[in-house]
Structure formats: C-alpha cells, structure tokens
C-alpha cells in the first residue's frame, strides 16, 4: 500500500509537510547522509534523526518532489540498507522553515534493525592502497558503507557513544568527516585514522609485544617462514597460515586436535581460485558479497595436490574472499606492496588457512588477553588491536550450488537480519537444542536468530549461550514474555529456559525437536500450514523420550501429527555409534541375520562386544536417525569407519557420489510398510559386497532419495497436503535436496527447503519461535 497521503485535492504546486517514519535496516549504513542529499537536490527543506524505531523525519517541499523524494527511499537506497516499511502522517506547513538539517539522534522504545558487519568497500580500498592518501595502509579503514557494525555496537540507536569506538577520541580532520553531511564517512560510527584510532601490535607466543616497524609486513614474514599466527578481525580471532605449506597446515591440526574437518581458506579474490575451485555464477555471487561468508565450492582436478591437508576426502573446500583491512593488508604485502589498485583484480598466488581460533569445541575467542592464555601452544605470534569485539560473530558458511544457496552457520554479516513471521505476539526467546546451538528472539511479528554459539558442551560454550542471550535482547530491547527450548530434558538449553522462566515467572514451551525443524521452514516461507514435512537429521528427543531422526510429520501452528518414520536401527554403544560408522553398518549386519560378519569384517577390538550388544539388545537403543544411514552406508563401502568430526562420514559418502555422476535408484531397493515405515535395508544389502565405493555412494543417494519422494508422494494422496518442507542436518547434502526436491515437484507438490537459517539445528530455535508463538495465539 502507498504510504503517502491522499493527493487527489491538492494542487500540484501546493507546498505540504510530511512526517515520515522508516523502519529496517537504516541506521549505520549511510542512510541519513543519503537523505540529505535526496532532500537537498529536490531543494526541500526539513530534518531527519536516529530513534530506537529506525529514522524519523519532517520534510516540507511541493508536492512533485515529495514525490520523488518517497519513491526515492527504498528505489535509491544505500547498499546495506533495507527499507521494510515507511509510514507518512500530513503535518501543518511550517511557515519559515528552510534548508536540511541532521539532528541529534534520541533513544526510546527499541523497534529498528541491528546494522551487521560488512565487507571493506571499494571506495575505502582505493585509499588504503593510495600512497598520497592520508589513511595508507591504515588497517581499519571504514566508511559508511562498510566495516564492522553489529560486532562493536553495544545499545542502539547505532552511535558511535553506543559502539566499541567510544574511547576514541576523534582527530579534527576524522571529525570535519564524521560530522559532515555529504561525505561518505558521515556517522559512520568506527570512522578512524592513524592519528586517532585503534592500532594494531605483534605479540609473541608469550604475550610479548615486539618492536617492529610494520605489524602487517612483520606477520606475512612469519607466516611465509612457517608459522601459525592468531590475528584478531571483527568477530574474533582466526588462526592463520601459508595455505600452501602442507608441513605448517599439518602442524596447525596436530596443535588443534583437528585430525581431518577442513579447514577454510582466504583468497584475494574469486579469480585466484582458478587452479583450486570451480566458482559458479551462485557462488561468487555469494562469495563476493558484502557479508563474505564461506563458501563451499567444489574443488579443482589438483585442489589436493596444491593444498594438501585442506579438505582431504571431500569434493568441496570452504572458501572466504577478504573482508577485512588486514587481509586486503596481507595480500598486499605478499605481492610486494603494488601500486594502487589494479592488481586486486588481478591473480594472487597466496592463500591463507583461515580457521576460527578457538581450541576444541569451545567458542571463538575474541579478546587479547583471553587469546594469549586460550590460544597457548596454538599460535607462534599474535596480530591484536585494542578496538574491543561487542558480539562474538563466527564466519557464515554458505552452500550455493545448482540446488540453490543453504546456509550452514548464519554468522558475521548475516546476523542477525530479521525474518519477517506471518504471526505476531508477546516476545519470545528461544533457546535452541544442545548442538550448533543458536538461540532467536521475537520482536512483534520479526525473529532475529543470533549468530552461531555452537555446541553446549563446555563451560566456555555454555557462557557464550548466556552472553549471546543478554546481548542480543538487550540490543533489541527485548524483555521475553516467554521462553521455549526442545523436548529433551537434559540439555543444558532446556535447564536453562527452566531456571529462566522459574525465576521471572513467564511462559515455558517445550517444542518437539522435528517440529522445530520444520517449523523454521515454515516460518521462513511464510507459510501458516497446514503442510507436510520431512526432517531428516541425526536425533531428536521423540514424545515419548525415544531417539527419533528420520520422520514425516503433518505441521500446523502449534501442532504436529507423526504420519511415519525411517525404519529404526539399533545404537549399539548408544552415542558412541555417531562417532564410529562401523558399529552403524553392524547393526545393519545384525537386522541382515549377518551378524557373524561382525567380527572378521572390521578391526576394532570391540567387535565381539558389539555383536553381543545386538544379539542381546543390551546398550543397543533404537533410533530413527537418518544420519546413522549414511554412516553405515559409507562404513559397509569402506569409505568411512570412524569420524573426527561430525557429518564426516556423510560428507565423504556425498563427495564420492558427487564425482561418480548421476545413477537410477536401486530396484526394490526399500520398503514402505502400510503404517508409514520407510526402509533402506535393501539398498544397505546391496553396498554390503558392492566393489566400487563411488559408485555405491551414488546409488544410495539416488535410491535414498527414490525412498523419500515416494514415501511423501504416498502422504500427500493421504492428507491433500501439497505443500512439503524439508529440513534436518542431512538435507545439508546438495544431491539428496535436489533430487528430492525435484523428485517431489513432479508430482505437482511444492517444495520448500531453509534459506534464511540453516536445516541443522542451527535453524531450530526459529522454529522454536514461531510453534511458541502459534501456541500463545491458540491459547488466548
């Protein structure tokens, strides 16, 4: 609907004045210095500030350039902003007012966008690498259109008293920039210089800060002579190497006790990737803009031979362009400092591993003392600075392929962006599941998920959780009216939401652990259901304390019907079998009356044990779990039998699959029994004595994927449901998602799947969110 008033009375000269509100993403990212110069050019006089709903203004002028003005404001916006809607209320012309004014901005009722973190933008990296300019080489360039935002600010309205720069002190010429109207670094809140901003210093592997001339040159030394330095950038600090130099990268995972998860690297830029990743049309588009994520590309012929450690056994490496001043800074000095800025376009050899710094499962660190005495015996030096990280912030990873783009950790850039909800009501905080933990908060009829806090496993983990929850409602300002966590009753999330509600005395929801994973999906697309789903993850909590993991639910509002599930296989050692796929293909030996294969099939010392736990289902509970299908398939090939790391086995099964090419599903290769129980203990048979582990791969997606699409398409004839979502940490996997997906379209249904928060649990707590607030409304 048009916001602006009725004008069929007015005359078209008539002079009007207009109040007009914008909410969205328009604070930190140049919209006021964008405003004025609109009014200014369309000579309209008035003014505009920040308030805790976004930006307010009074504009007086004729009505044509009204007008213009309006259409103006979402049609010609700046680059990071997002215009969700303007409100316009008829005022009495003022007599006497001229010109555009920016004023002080005012605090209130908190009701607009959290600005997020962006990419160093190409009008900063002209000066950066410009010898004459004033900020050359200055590692925290920044401009209205860049540079971190979410990761320093600590209230809103988005100012920079507000932010980590407080204790910066502007110089005179930052300041005739910061306060000037139509330059590019108006209230751009972290703007700085060598004068009068944070700076950067080099510590040794003891926290001594080293006496040299240039902090970036004196850390590309180090790393081209071998050595792991932690260097702190916007949302934490990352551990960085010599991509290129196998013996460093092995050292780095001997130091991290990551024995095969890959690692990401940085590159230049897209065109640098040539001899080590295919880059789409998706993919750099992904790659390349302004939030930077990391993004899983297939690799080249001689990915392997030219980074050797990387990614070894998989068919994607992760990859990330620089984002930051100090890696626009490296580069440079591993091209020998080059003129200007034409070779950024041009091929960089180098490549950096770029790994989160953080030891084990605990969270990212982000402060310098804290990276001295967490990242001991980790890092050979230390790049830090002393311009404080507000709001810890991982790197997003991003699939962007044929399938279309799914994201596998929101993070830096990405979050926390709203997700409008066709709902609205009291304010809801969820608390996610045990891993890849994020939590979501409701403001009205928005969800704003929280960047990755990952798994709950440790004291440091727990403790982020915990920082994440008081920072993000305190931003918001946000005081939860209820709180809701999965079923499961020991997850530090649930204790957690109950100690919570306990205490303030307010609503507690206990959601089903499939449930929410559709409901993301649901809440994401906008869609009020009713609808089918399919959740395919690893476990969930069932309702009745059971292990479920591969269901096909039906899901409206608050509610949900179990219409089947994956053929149940037995855990023998129980959590143990996520970690080792053998015990997974045992157990498939067992159900095949095989189990005397057990013992001269594999090599683990406990294979007598594991047997005796099958025939006597002892330590042996059953579980739905699609993702254990994978680990027995690629245990029974030989291509996985224990795992580093979760999804291991999964990944390598795809990534053989992925180079085998395309196959028919196996004939009779599963089984749907009448009360809705899908089995691919056919298929698991067959791969039992298949000789090509490629090629077994891909017939298990293929006959998988066959399994599913006819396992819903009987659903749909049914419920006449058409409407299916599909979500859980296994539709992560590119080729099962898209011949499912294309599978199911055939036969007329519409499929949705995540896109603005991940399918693995990374995505639950916004599904937790909405079931709440479907819950709430119902019970009114």
């Not at 050019?41 to 002028?61: H, P, T």
């Not at 450690?309 to 930051?324: F, Q, S």
């Amino acid at each position: 609907m048009d916001p602006r008033p009725r004008q069929d009375r007015y005359d078209g000269d008539n002079i009007r004045h207009w109040r007009v509100r914008v909410r969205g993403r328009v604070q930190g990212v140049g919209f006021r210095p964008f405003i004025y110069c609109r009014a200014t050019e369309l000579a309209l006089a008035g003014w505009i500030r920040n308030d805790a709903s976004g930006v307010v203004m009074e504009i007086q002028g004729p009505l044509p350039a009204l007008d213009r003005f309006v259409s103006a404001l979402s049609a010609d916006a700046p680059p990071l902003a997002r215009v969700e809607r303007v409100d316009i209320e008829e005022q009495e012309v003022a007599a006497g007012l001229h010109g555009f004014a920016i004023r002080q901005s005012v605090g209130g009722r908190i009701d607009t966008a959290i600005p997020m973190d962006a990419a160093t933008c190409g009008a900063c990296l002209s000066e950066i690498f410009d010898t004459g300019d004033r900020r050359y080489r200055y590692p925290f360039i920044n401009c209205s259109h860049c540079g971190p935002r979410y990761s320093i600010v600590t209230a809103l309205p988005y100012d920079r008293h507000n932010t980590a720069m407080a204790p910066f002190a502007l110089c005179e010429e930052c300041r005739t920039e910061y306060e000037g109207p139509t330059d590019r670094r108006f209230h751009a809140e972290p703007v700085a210089c060598a004068a009068c901003g944070p700076r950067l210093a080099l510590w040794d592997a003891n926290g001594q800060e080293q006496a040299v001339g240039d902090v970036i040159a004196a850390a590309w030394s180090l790393m081209r002579e071998g050595a792991i330095v932690a260097v702190k950038g916007i949302g934490g600090f990352h551990l960085m190497c010599d991509a290129r130099n196998a013996a460093t990268v092995a050292a780095l995972r001997r130091r991290k006790g990551r024995l095969d998860k890959p690692f990401a690297l940085l590159a230049l830029n897209a065109g640098s990737l040539r001899h080590v990743a295919h880059v789409g049309g998706g993919e750099r588009h992904a790659l390349e803009g302004a939030d930077r994520p990391i993004v899983l590309l297939r690799k080249a012929a001689d990915c392997d031979g030219q980074l050797a450690g990387i990614a070894d056994g998989l068919d994607r490496i992760g990859v990330m362009l620089a984002y930051t001043p100090i890696h626009y800074l490296l580069f440079h000095e591993a091209a020998g400092r080059p003129s200007g800025t034409q070779w950024l376009r041009g091929v960089e050899e180098t490549l950096f591993v770029c790994t989160s710094a953080n030891p084990g499962s605990e969270p990212l660190v982000t402060g310098n003392e804290e990276a001295l005495a967490r990242l001991s015996g980790l890092a050979d030096a230390f790049v830090v600075h002393d311009r404080a990280i507000v709001s810890r912030c991982d790197d997003g990873v991003v699939r962007a392929d044929g399938s279309g783009a799914v994201w596998m950790r929101r993070g830096r850039g990405q979050t926390p962006s709203s997700i409008r909800l066709r709902i609205s009501g009291p304010a809801v905080l969820a608390v996610g599941a045990m891993l890849k933990n994020t939590i979501c908060v409701t403001r009205g009829d928005e969800a704003f998920v929280s960047p990755h806090v990952g798994d709950l496993g440790n004291r440091r983990a727990y403790e982020a959780f915990e920082d994440t929850m008081a920072s993000l409602t305190g931003l918001l300002g946000v005081d939860p009216q209820c709180v809701t966590h999965d079923r499961h009753p020991d997850y530090p999330s649930t204790l957690y939401a109950e100690r919570l509600a306990a205490e303030r005395g307010i609503v507690r929801i206990a959601v089903q652990h499939h449930h929410a994973h559709i409901a993301a999906v649901l809440a994401e697309h906008g869609l009020p259901g009713p609808a089918l789903g399919v959740a395919l993850d690893g476990v969930g909590y069932g309702t009745g304390g059971e292990m479920w993991g591969g269901e096909l639910l039906s899901v409206q509002g608050a509610h949900f019907t179990r219409l089947g599930r994956m053929a149940p296989l037995p855990l023998p050692g129980g959590d143990r079998a996520a970690r080792e796929p053998w015990r997974m293909a045992a157990s498939v030996l067992h159900l095949l009356g095989r189990g005397a294969e057990i013992r001269h099939r594999f090599h683990d010392p406990a294979t007598s044990v594991v047997a005796r736990m099958l025939e006597r289902r002892i330590n042996a509970p059953l579980s739905t779990g699609a993702g254990r299908l994978f680990d027995a398939a690629a245990a029974l090939l030989g291509v996985c039998e224990y795992a580093s790391y979760e999804g291991q086995a999964a990944m390598m099964l795809e990534g053989l699959a992925a180079r085998f090419g395309p196959l028919k599903p196996l004939e009779a290769g599963y089984t749907i029994t009448g009360d809705g129980e899908l089995s691919l203990l056919p298929t698991l048979d067959f791969l039992r004595t298949c000789p090509d582990p490629a090629g077994g791969a891909a017939l298990f997606h293929a006959t998988l994927a066959a399994g599913l699409a006819a396992w819903v398409g009987r659903a749909v004839e049914q419920t006449g449901l058409r409407q299916v979502a599909l979500s859980g940490g296994c539709f992560a996997n590119g080729i099962l998602r898209q011949h499912v997906r294309l599978a199911l379209e055939a036969q007329g249904v519409s499929v949705y799947g995540a896109t603005q928060v991940p399918p693995n649990d990374g995505g639950l707590s916004l599904g937790q969110a909405w079931v709440a607030l479907h819950t709430m409304q119902e019970g009114a």
